[in-house]
């Protein structure tokens, strides 16, 4: 894990790429790779990389970033790792033909992989990664996002040359760079809490989509492909038994476990006490190995709204004999750490677990852990949220031929007894639209409730305008695709392709690695995730029990309490914490703010605060937290 960053000027610019240009955008990420840094430029000026290294696999100097082939003619920087390296170094070995300086480095067998297959090294690679690679031969800058987006990449085209990097901050570091709002991502992120790629808030910055690669030539040239999807990788797990299916999951889980503990520095396992972070302890405890470390966070005093799971991690911390450790937080601990939560997202990552999340990640690398294993992706695979019942049911109702001219009698109905601002207003005018129900595990305003926050001015400029526009080329891929056109099929796609790349993946990123800390994912290996997708929905809802078949694969795994437990998810108490001084800070935040600027209604945002409004409040105060930041200063 590390940060990448670099720059092509194009032949036709003046411009010319320099080591102090290049060092300036790596060290405003220091925290990304605390244990060395390097840059290079070629001769002619007209290319840069730069690299932070957290040294995970090969601690030695020879495994230095940015790294060459043997003749110069191919260089890379990469962030991330490369799982199955060593098998696939042996392949490479018994070809011949290459030089190695490495003894057991991932970021070696990426640039020899390119040498032999060219682009299509990518299928062979099992692992998380944001690669930049110059092909000094043809003169070509690649730059490559994982399958799922574990990684964050982000590029900005301006002033005759592409920037890139781990981290929109070291983009920033050009002077040249436009610091401007991008409007219409900021009308997308009230909806999503995060921007839709290829967007970001910043205009003229843009975030390269899951499973595609970017192609730049020397003369400007950019081409984008999406390299995977994973209904090219689904095999219809139709007319097989539940049983064989469990067996399948457990064993494909099982290795992506294994593989997720190589690593030539401590790894530990963020432990919630729920079904996916106790299966993520418990089978990394099995074979060779001391004690794995755990780690859990839970808050001081009691909630109405979140309940501490505490006695859930201990007692499975003591199930497989792990070590465990664990912090209870404050509203203090929020308020101190705000302005380092807005630094470190770059722009608005609106969920409230960002805080927890950088909590137990300091935990861990405070008790000596380097990388830690984490449970993000089960729910959206395996139909885990409570919500998704009720959204999966609406959707069903909506499908009843029920003529389109009734629905929008009743959206005119709902209108006259001004109850147009709910969800069950929203979810009507969405069938009536013929659009689907469900847009994602998280949405944070209606339509209509947008319309009304925003400012006269961008009511105006978006009249007419919904977020299902940022959602319509994925719709295009599943209908593509999708083996099975069910309803819960569409509801994991969506969030494969948009939640949990752009909100969820970059909330672990982002803070874990703001203490230098690796986060890895092994509910979201790739080959995890098509024998998950080819399970027939049927089989997930089985009886109306969320997470069906993923249960029925761990029972025996772990304690049947774990298992049939009602589920919480892990979470942060806003709307208590907004009746108290979180909501002061947040009224004199979003006051002066909207005094300031022509983004929202002055007299709703105060609405929306009185009416203690805990977790919308939270996403306004996060995007005026980040343009005081990154915009305004």
């Given at each position: 894990?590390?940060?990448?960053?670099?720059?092509?000027?194009?032949?036709?610019?003046?411009?010319?790429?320099?080591?102090?240009?290049?060092?300036?955008?790596?060290?405003?990420?220091?925290?990304?790779?605390?244990?060395?840094?390097?840059?290079?430029?070629?001769?002619?000026?007209?290319?840069?990389?730069?690299?932070?290294?957290?040294?995970?696999?090969?601690?030695?100097?020879?495994?230095?970033?940015?790294?060459?082939?043997?003749?110069?003619?191919?260089?890379?920087?990469?962030?991330?790792?490369?799982?199955?390296?060593?098998?696939?170094?042996?392949?490479?070995?018994?070809?011949?033909?290459?030089?190695w300086k490495t003894d057991h480095s991932d970021t070696e067998v990426i640039l020899h992989a390119f040498e032999e297959w060219g682009i299509d090294c990518l299928h062979r690679f099992r692992g998380m990664f944001a690669i930049a690679l110059w092909d000094a031969r043809k003169r070509e800058l690649w730059l490559i996002r994982d399958r799922i987006g574990i990684k964050p990449l982000v590029y900005?085209?301006?002033?005759?040359?592409?920037?890139?990097?781990?981290?929109?901050?070291?983009?920033?570091?050009?002077?040249?760079?436009?610091?401007?709002?991008?409007?219409?991502?900021?009308?997308?992120?009230?909806?999503?809490?995060?921007?839709?790629?290829p967007q970001t808030l910043f205009d003229g910055i843009k975030k390269l989509p899951s499973g595609s690669w970017l192609r730049v030539s020397e003369d400007g040239q950019v081409r984008e492909e999406r390299y995977w999807d994973v209904w090219e990788h689904t095999r219809p797990l139709t007319g097989v038994s539940e049983e064989e299916i469990s067996e399948r999951l457990l064993a494909e889980l099982r290795t992506a476990v294994k593989l997720r503990k190589v690593s030539d520095v401590p790894v530990g396992v963020f432990l919630s006490g729920g079904i996916d972070s106790s299966t993520n302890a418990a089978l990394f405890?099995?074979?060779?190995?001391?004690?794995?470390?755990?780690?859990?966070?839970?808050?001081?005093?009691?909630?109405?709204?979140?309940?501490?799971?505490?006695?859930?991690?201990?007692?499975?911390?003591?199930?497989v004999g792990a070590e465990y450790y664990e912090r209870r937080l404050t509203q203090d601990d929020l308020l101190t750490f705000l302005p380092e939560m807005i630094r470190?997202?770059?722009?608005?990552?609106?969920?409230?677990?960002?805080?927890?999340?950088?909590?137990?990640?300091?935990?861990?690398?405070?008790?000596?852990?380097?990388?830690?294993?984490?449970?993000?992706?089960?729910?959206?695979?395996?139909?885990?949220?409570?919500?998704?019942?009720?959204?999966?049911?609406?959707?069903?109702?909506?499908?009843?031929?029920?003529?389109?001219?009734?629905?929008r009698l009743g959206l005119a109905g709902l209108r006259a007894a001004g109850k147009d601002g709910g969800w069950e207003y929203e979810?009507?005018?969405?069938?009536?639209?013929?659009?689907?129900?469900?847009?994602?595990?998280a949405e944070a305003f209606t339509e209509t409730q947008k319309q009304r926050l925003l400012s006269p001015r961008l009511r105006r400029q978006?009249?007419?305008?919904?977020?299902?526009?940022?959602?319509?080329?994925?719709?295009?891929?599943?209908?593509?695709?999708?083996?099975?056109?069910?309803?819960?099929?569409?509801?994991?796609?969506?969030d494969l392709n948009m939640r949990l790349p752009e909100l969820l993946l970059m909330r672990v990123d982002k803070m874990s690695m703001g203490v230098s800390l690796e986060g890895r994912v092994p509910f979201l290996d790739h080959e995890f995730v098509s024998l998950a997708m080819s399970i027939p929905s049927a089989v997930k809802t089985r009886n109306g029990t969320l997470k069906h078949i993923l249960k029925k694969a761990v029972r025996g795994v772990i304690p049947d309490e774990i298992i049939d437990r009602p589920k919480q998810g892990f979470g942060v108490p806003v709307y208590e914490w907004i009746q108290d001084r979180l909501g002061k800070e947040a009224r004199r935040v979003l006051g002066d703010f909207c005094d300031r600027t022509d983004f929202l209604d002055r007299d709703e945002v105060m609405r929306l605060i009185d009416?203690?409004?805990?977790?919308?409040?939270?996403?306004?105060?996060?995007?005026?937290?980040?343009?005081?930041?990154?915009v305004s200063n």
């Open positions: 894990m590390c940060g990448i960053v670099g720059a092509l000027a194009f032949k036709n610019s003046a411009f010319k790429v320099t080591e102090s240009y290049v060092t300036r955008m790596r060290d405003t990420m220091p925290h990304r790779g605390p244990d060395g840094a390097d840059t290079w430029v070629a001769p002619d000026g007209r290319v840069g990389l730069g690299h932070r290294r957290l040294s995970i696999i090969d601690l030695s100097t020879a495994a230095t970033q940015p790294m060459s082939n043997e003749d110069g003619s191919l260089w890379v920087t990469f962030n991330g790792e490369i799982y199955n390296h060593a098998e696939i170094r042996k392949e490479l070995e018994a070809r011949g033909g290459h030089q900005s085209l301006h002033n005759g040359r592409i920037t890139f990097a781990s981290e929109i901050k070291a983009l920033l570091a050009d002077p040249d760079q436009n610091r401007g709002v991008h409007e219409e991502a900021f009308y997308h992120y009230l909806s999503f809490l995060t921007t839709p790629a405890s099995e074979g060779e190995g001391g004690p794995v470390k755990t780690f859990a966070i839970g808050y001081e005093g009691e909630y109405q709204s979140y309940q501490n799971e505490l006695h859930y991690a201990r007692r499975m911390a003591e199930e470190l997202q770059d722009e608005p990552i609106a969920d409230p677990v960002c805080v927890p999340v950088y909590y137990v990640s300091k935990l861990a690398r405070d008790n000596g852990v380097i990388v830690c294993q984490v449970g993000e992706g089960s729910d959206e695979l395996f139909w885990g949220y409570p919500t998704w019942k009720l959204k999966l049911q609406l959707q069903q109702w909506d499908n009843l031929p029920v003529p389109r001219g009734l629905k979810a009507l005018r969405r069938g009536a639209a013929v659009v689907p129900v469900f847009w994602g595990g978006f009249a007419g305008l919904t977020s299902w526009e940022a959602l319509e080329p994925i719709r295009r891929r599943f209908e593509a695709g999708a083996w099975e056109q069910s309803i819960l099929h569409w509801m994991s796609y969506v009416r203690g409004h805990g977790p919308q409040t939270w996403y306004l105060l996060n995007f005026a937290l980040w343009w005081n930041h990154y």
